[in-house]
């Protein structure tokens, strides 16, 4: 009578290994791409909450502002009248273009750019615009 022998073979446990090891490495990639993501949304996050702030520090500034200068008499946003000012914790930088007059006498638009490279070294960028009016000025126009 034969004996019957119980138990796993070399190769068994070397497709099992193998198998594993792939689930493994999967993971890993997993965590690498999650990590990039993460970065890139906390450096977006500092980039939207930076020009946010910046709108909002010039909605309450007085018209006459020299951060409110429209310095080269027109609305020329590649070439901004201010900045560029870096961004803590990302490798971003600030600048502002100011538009006197916009609409109305009075009236001027705000355009904050944030700047950056992405990692392929592609330029990439962030605007947000906002009107600022003086009321004095503005009620006369009327």
């Known amino acids: 009578m ?17 198998v594993f090891s792939i689930g ?5 990639q997993m965590q ?14 500092y980039n939207s909450v930076s020009a946010g702030n910046m709108v909002e520090r010039m909605l309450s ?26 961004i803590s914790n990302t490798r971003s930088t600030m600048e502002w273009e100011v538009e006197d007059d916009f609409v109305v006498k009075g009236m001027k638009r705000v355009t904050v750019t944030i700047r950056w490279q992405a990692k392929d070294g592609s330029p990439r960028s962030l605007t947000f615009a906002s ?5 004095i000025e503005a009620r006369s126009a009327f």
């Open 32 to 45: 690498i791409a999650g990590l990039s993501c993460s970065t890139k949304a906390t450096r977006n996050m």
């Open 61 to 86: 500034l007085p018209i006459n502002d020299p951060h409110l200068t429209d310095i080269d008499g027109g609305y020329f946003p590649d070439n901004p009248d201010h900045g560029p000012v870096t």
């Open 24 to 28: 493994i490495l999967s993971v890993a």
């Open 131 to 135: 009107v600022i009016t003086d009321p």
């Open 2 to 18: 034969r004996r019957v022998e119980k138990g796993t073979t070399l190769i068994e446990v070397m497709l099992a290994l193998f």
